[in-house]
């Protein structure tokens, strides 16, 4: 698919048109032309080490999403993007390097105009990298908070005054 169909559904995800969304676009597009298809389930991984706009494409298009468990955020600030295929067990790294969009004299729209007429390639340092997924998402049982009786996943449970609580709990107890 070109640039510009996978914007569209980007966009109608995302909610507004953006730099950010664009590069988010490049980024899947790589993928899917290179073995990454779109994932209903848990095939492909993202891993991500930032939280802006072009994390909603990747969503979009390759059904890499926070629900599922196969998006991985790493609170980094770097626009770095990991994908692993479970199946081929395949992985590269897209790195985004400093080209022509990131010129400040540029419009919003002439960098999104720019970006979809670029080649992955043009905005990205891509490596071929080592298969090393994250975990699957694990699904573990959930507990009555002590305190307030909300609902917790075991595995986030705090031990506090022989009382085991959730974490907003333990934060309020503790003062
Ligand atoms: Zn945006
Ligand atoms: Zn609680």
Redesign the pocket.
Known sequence: MEAKELMEKAVRF?G?I?P??AIGVLAAKYALEHEFEHSPNEEIVAVVENDN?SI?ALQAILGTTYGKGNLIHHDYGKMNYYFYNRRTEKAVRLALKKSEFSNKMLSKDEKVQLLLNSKPEDIFNIYDIEYNPPGLAQIEESVPCEICGELTMSSRLMTYNDSEMCISCYKKTRG
Do not use: Q
């Open positions: 995302h507004h953006c950010g969304l706009c909603d």
